[in-house]
């Protein structure tokens, strides 16, 4: 998929949730939820673009891994609407669907720019994992950690 393409889906995952916005129910919490899905899922797009005028591999690691959080967010909140049982679930599947397939080209792009990055390999450097992954690293002792460095 070109950049072009992944723009125009990221504008249709936005306009999408306006459209699920406008139609929900209003509530005090419905309108909490809505704001945070308009605020998230609509930054999903408008940060794809800034990464697309980035002026360096790390500013465009950088902007893509906004771009990761914003529709990983976008997730939970939509998980939060079908689950309360405010919207339902038939009209979330189109939004949760674009929503992962988003969050997973995110991290793929994110991954190969790592790889094809000359920089060092450090930490920032490790490939990051799409939330619907099966292998989760092992959480690290943060005391290990600090008695193996003294």
Known sequence: MNEE???ARTKQFALKVIEL???M???LTGDVLARQLLR???SVGSNYRAACRSRSSGDMLYKLGIVNEEGDESLFWLELLKESGLVPAERLEWLMGEGDELVAMTVASINTLRRNTTQDSGPSNR???SINSTKRPKASNP???LKSKI
């Open 40 to 42: 998230s899922g609509t």
């Open 5 to 7: 393409m992944f723009k």
């Open 127 to 129: 490939p990051i994992q």
């Open 21 to 23: 916005v406008i139609e």
């Open 25 to 27: 129910p209003r509530s």
């Open 143 to 145: 005391i290990q950690n």
